[in-house]
């Protein structure tokens, strides 16, 4: 709920000073869109859009083969963890280590698994 609650803050804040605007059905728009952001051509990234829940964005191929590797980074470091906490008999800590190389290594392979070398669409809670 804090976490809710901060981004709930941010999302006010930006209305206030008038970069974001948001209507009676809880759209947000960003009220500063360069006329670059409105073109979209195949393969190029999209600015963040701001929604209630979260943010969204389109990441084009390169992003997303990068974004991929960087959670499967993510997931061997804690595979790491997770094999020295174990090594030391700290099973709590092998136990968060394994659930964040599950988790990490879930993210990073649906990305690279929906990417067809078109990109995809990321959205994040």
Known sequence: MEGQK????FLNS???????SASNDLSIANLYVSSED??????????????????????????????????ATVGHVYTGVAVVSTFFGNVPTAFVGGIGTVYFYLVSSRIDANNYRRGVHVSMT
């Open 6 to 9: 901060k981004h709930f803050d």
């Open 14 to 20: 930006k209305i206030k000073s008038g970069e974001l």
């Open 38 to 71: 409105n073109e979209l051509f195949a393969g190029r990234p999209t600015p963040v859009k701001y929604h209630w829940w979260g943010y969204s964005r389109y990441a084009n191929d390169l992003e997303s083969r990068i974004l991929a590797s960087n959670l």
